[in-house]
Structures are given as C-alpha cells and as structure tokens.
C-alpha cells in the first residue's frame, strides 16, 4: 500500500514540529539536561524547580539574585530565569545552534526527509525538505503552539 504524498509530507511536518519542539523548549529532564549543558545561558525554571526550590523573594528590576541552589536567577518579563553554564566542551556555533528553534527545526527536517527518503522514498527530496521545515515553522510560529 502506498501512502499519498500530501500525506506523508503531513506527517513529516508533524513530526518536525513535534521534534523541534522537544529539542529546544521542552522541559523533559533528559533533553533539558543536554540542552543546558550544550548551549547554557538564562532559562526559565522548570515547573519541578519551582516545587522543589521557592523563591522567597526576587526583585522585580534586572538584578540577578542568588539562589543557594539554583544559582543566579532573575525575573525576565515576570517569568523566573535561572542562568546555567553550558559545558566548557560545547563550541559556542553548538550553543547558537541548540537554541536556535529556526536552525534545530531545519536540520532535523532534512534528517527527517533523508531518513524518509531512504526507507519509503519521497519525490524531489530538496523540495520535500523545504516543505517540512517551512510547515513546521509555520506551526510553531503559532501563539498557541
């Protein structure tokens, strides 16, 4: 049985999008501890963190503060941000890249459409390619996604 093209093209952006968003915003611990070490930098803490850490009080201007377990944090536009360090192996282009949603959203499209392209077969790959990342994009752009 063979699938229809507009469908798999479908699915594929699905996919991306679903794969782009784990990569770069999600807070599974394992993913999240990837990306804090590859790329580093301010976050918003974690539902988890919360719970585990409340701050008692944080001021409201650009002042970071210190938390004994957390480290610096501070209030970016009324959300609670702690600053980590990304590891001193990862290359500041990898950092860049990490967290950059537009970047991970394109190259894990084309390894989505290779990966396809050789186990089903897609026609036109380098268009397929464009597709899938530019539909997911336009998902993700999204203010509910």
Same mark, same amino acid.
């Given at each position: 049985m063979t699938v229809p093209?507009?469908?798999l093209i479908a699915c594929m952006i699905l996919a991306n999008y679903r794969a782009s968003?784990? %990569?770069?915003?999600d807070t599974f611990?394992? /993913?999240l501890w990837l990306r804090d070490r590859l790329a580093g930098g301010w976050r918003p803490l @974690? !539902?988890?963190?919360?719970?585990?850490?409340p701050i008692a009080h944080l001021p409201d201007d650009d002042l970071a503060a210190r938390h004994p377990k957390l480290g610096s944090v501070m209030r970016i536009d009324g959300q609670?941000?702690?600053?980590v360090r990304r590891a001193s192996w990862s290359p500041y #282009?990898? *950092? !860049?890249? /990490? &967290?950059?949603p537009w970047c991970v959203s394109g190259w894990l499209a084309a390894a989505l459409t %290779? *990966?396809? !392209?050789? @186990?089903?077969g897609v026609p036109a790959p380098f268009l397929v390619w464009g *597709? /899938? #990342? *530019?539909? &997911?994009?336009?998902l993700a752009s999204r203010e509910w996604a």
């Amino acid at each position: 049985m063979t699938v229809p093209v507009w469908l798999l093209i479908a699915c594929m952006i699905l996919a991306n999008y679903r794969a782009s968003r784990l %990569a770069v915003k999600d807070t599974f611990p394992p /993913v999240l501890w990837l990306r804090d070490r590859l790329a580093g930098g301010w976050r918003p803490l @974690t !539902d988890k963190e919360l719970e585990r850490h409340p701050i008692a009080h944080l001021p409201d201007d650009d002042l970071a503060a210190r938390h004994p377990k957390l480290g610096s944090v501070m209030r970016i536009d009324g959300q609670v941000n702690r600053y980590v360090r990304r590891a001193s192996w990862s290359p500041y #282009w990898l *950092a !860049d890249l /990490v &967290s950059c949603p537009w970047c991970v959203s394109g190259w894990l499209a084309a390894a989505l459409t %290779a *990966a396809v !392209d050789v @186990t089903v077969g897609v026609p036109a790959p380098f268009l397929v390619w464009g *597709a /899938v #990342w *530019a539909g &997911s994009a336009l998902l993700a752009s999204r203010e509910w996604a």
